[in-house]
């Protein structure tokens, strides 16, 4: 079955550092691929997403690219701020069922703390 | 702006209570979505649906039902809680059509079952 892997957290950055977040995934066909960020007491939200292979996804300084070859979707920020503090989330799309063309397979998360 | 809205953010309940979790949206999708959230293990589908009266188990649907009456709204049941039930429930939701589609979240419910 699918299934997404995130690097292991949580990440502590001072701000205006680089980030980077590792994501990798096993699925068959072609996936959607998507960063989702759950700021505290909040549900989740989307980040950023790419279609296909070699697509770049970005939102808020954010960006991510599709890399079939690796099956990566590692998230970069060149510059962190206070307010990027929040648990990240890769998930990938299911394309296989009546109905559930838009489930999702999501990785365990992984919380990042910037200080000032 | 899609909203989801869920009916409460904290519950408190007994063992061997009937929960009753409710998730409204407004953007007239077909495809809802119950998770939970835990650390360390991400978010779980516990049920979905993509009609009025369809439903679909997700990962994880052992001790949980679902209803969906109506298109607006979907309802995550648990028959008889269980302190291993403590957790955040999201709800979430998306329309048909393409599966690069995002799914729209709720703010959550955290249950602690006592």
């Known amino acids: 079955g699918n299934s997404v892997t995130q690097m292991e957290g949580p990440v502590t950055l001072s701000e205006e550092a680089f980030l980077t977040i590792n994501c990798t995934y096993t699925?068959?066909?072609?996936?959607?691929l998507f960063w989702y960020v759950q700021y505290p007491g909040e549900g989740l939200q989307l980040l950023l997403k790419?279609?296909?292979?070699?697509d770049k996804g970005s939102n808020k300084g954010f960006e991510a690219t599709y890399r079939k070859e690796t099956t990566s979707f590692h998230l970069e920020k060149g510059s962190v701020q206070v307010s990027d503090s929040a648990v990240y989330f890769c998930?990938?799309?299911?394309?296989?069922?009546?109905?559930?063309?838009?489930?999702?397979?999501f990785g365990k998360g992984i919380t990042l703390s910037v200080r000032p | 702006d899609v909203k989801v809205t869920q009916s409460s953010r904290y519950l408190v309940k007994r063992t061997g209570e009937k929960v009753f979790l409710e998730c409204v949206q407004d953007m007239d999708h077909e495809n809802m979505f119950w998770y939970r959230q835990d650390p360390g293990l991400g978010l779980r589908l516990i049920y979905f649906s993509y009609d009025v009266k369809m439903k679909e188990k997700g990962d994880i649907p052992e001790g949980y039902s679902v209803s969906r009456e109506k298109k607006e709204r979907f309802s995550l049941i648990l028959e008889s809680a269980s302190t291993n039930q403590t957790s955040m429930y999201l709800c979430a939701s998306t329309p048909t059509g393409t599966f690069s589609y995002e799914q729209y979240f709720g703010p959550g419910t955290r249950l602690t079952v006592t």
């Open positions: 699925a068959t066909g072609y996936p959607s």
């Open positions: 790419a279609t296909k292979a070699d």
């Open positions: 998930a990938l799309s299911d394309r296989g069922g009546y109905g559930a063309n838009s489930k999702l397979t």
